[in-house]
């Protein structure tokens, strides 16, 4: 399979402790805060008095030409103690507790927050501000990356047509009649694993998109009209369906293929034929659980 564009800049934070912090259903207890993320969402923010103004963007079409726009939220966040801040996003008094760590040799806003209600969880939600940026991002709490993505067994059963108790998720490892989906690294903007099947395996990357990045837009546009001049699509742009760029290796399409075949999938349907455009959709769903850690 051919390359898809673009690379992002890996972003990069180191932050260790551990602090005394309330989840949200129950009481005081000593945790680690996890350190290592993969980002969902960026933007940017300003803050004061407890004001907080995020700007993230959007990424539409018009007249076939890609458009990208700004889009601000306004909303408060207060530090309540020196671990705990309450952020309300959309400012209509629904608070919700964080646990807060600062950036190193800066003050409060700029720093890590982990929803507290998430802190014993495998993949605990949060965000980052370090002044001018933010981040929607999953911090990984856990050595066992795939088989904490309950959605993505969910989102594989449907694609195959399987029932989810056929896909097995063993720690780094989900295997589903014989193919094997095993994860290899990742950074806060991209993940890496290995594809294998009868004998064959494949290197997959997928480099993730966001809409704040215009240049992302521009890409995942050009991605778009490629697919459609081809006649693989007829839809509307949808920045979503378009926000990663994969590579995987040439032989890519054939091992899909094969276990396709092999597996009787191919009978489910009338058309038991298999497009290059319907693999990469696959491999696009299984990347957009894997940046919202799901």
């Known amino acids: 399979m051919k390359k898809i564009l673009a690379l992002l800049p890996a972003a990069t934070l180191a932050l260790t402790g551990c602090v005394s912090s309330s989840d949200d259903d129950s009481s005081s207890t000593s945790v680690v805060l996890p350190d290592d993320y993969i980002i ?9 008095d407890g004001n907080i103004e995020i700007t993230t963007a959007t990424c539409t079409d018009a007249a ?8 601000n939220r306004l909303g408060s966040l207060n530090l309540v103690s ?4 309450e952020f309300d996003a959309k400012r209509d008094g629904n608070k919700v507790s964080y646990a807060f760590k600062a950036i190193a040799g800066e003050t409060f806003p700029n720093g890590v927050f982990y929803r507290s209600s998430s802190l014993k969880d495998s993949l605990v939600e949060g965000f980052r ?23 993505m067994q969910e989102t594989l059963a449907e694609i195959a047509g399987v029932p989810k108790t056929s896909i097995t998720m063993e720690c780094n490892k989900i295997s589903i009649q014989g193919l094997e989906m095993t994860y290899d690294s990742h950074t806060n903007t991209s993940i890496n694993y290995t594809i294998s099947y009868a004998g064959k395996s494949c290197p997959i990357k997928h480099e993730f998109r966001y809409a704040y990045n215009k240049d992302d837009c ?15 699509t007829e839809e509307f742009f949808n920045f979503e369906l378009y926000d990663q760029n994969i590579t995987a290796c040439s032989d890519f399409v054939d091992l899909i293929v094969d276990f396709h075949t092999a597996t009787g999938l191919a009978k489910s349907g009338s058309d038991s034929s298999l497009s290059e455009k319907q693999i990469k959709d696959v491999l696009r769903a299984i990347g957009n659980r894997l940046r919202k850690g799901k």
């Open 82 to 85: 020196d671990n705990t801040a």
């Open 129 to 151: 501000l370090e002044d001018p940026y933010y981040s929607e991002v999953a911090f990984i709490n856990t050595q066992c990356l795939f088989r904490n993505f309950g959605e």
């Open 218 to 232: 521009s890409a995942a546009f050009k991605d778009y009209q490629q697919e459609y001049a081809n006649g693989e």
């Open 64 to 71: 076939n030409e890609f458009v990208w726009q700004k889009e």
């Open 40 to 48: 969902a969402q960026m933007g940017e923010f300003t803050y004061e």
